[in-house]
């Protein structure tokens, strides 16, 4: 037979196994970060794999070629990305000269047209 419990028992449990829920969580986080990664993947490339089954390629064999794809594509991106951080520090030497120039030739003008010495305006 089952007994009624109260209504503030009832919220006690609610709440009480909500936060545990939410500690276990936290505590299996390692565990579960992977699984849960993984799981969204296997979503992600079923439908490649779907495709490459019907083209009569085996279920293994499609998993396989899916998940090589998706590295030889992260790649591409990775190599694609480094190259251009590479190019913009490469560039940053002649981002400055030109910055500076640009100062220097602001100084010049201020110079010119109100009479500010370039002091007075490095006091500034």
Not at 9 to 30: M, P, Q, V
Not at 84 to 111: P, Y
Request: aromatic letters at 12%; proline letters at 2%; a positive charge.
């Amino acid at each position: 037979m089952m007994s009624r419990l109260p209504g503030y028992a009832k919220y006690f449990f609610i709440i009480a196994g909500l936060a545990l829920t939410c500690y276990a969580l936290i505590l299996g986080k390692s565990i579960l970060s992977p699984i849960f990664i993984a799981f969204i993947m296997a979503l992600l490339l079923r439908p490649l794999s779907a495709k490459m089954e019907k083209a009569k390629i085996s279920r293994g064999l499609s998993s396989v070629l899916s998940i090589v794809i998706v590295i030889i594509g992260l790649a591409g991106l990775s190599y694609f990305f480094s190259a251009q951080v590479g190019s913009i520090t490469r560039e940053m030497d002649d981002l400055g000269s030109k910055f500076n120039d640009i100062i220097d030739r602001g100084h010049g003008w201020l110079s010119t047209t109100f009479g500010i010495g370039e002091q007075q305006q490095m006091q500034y």
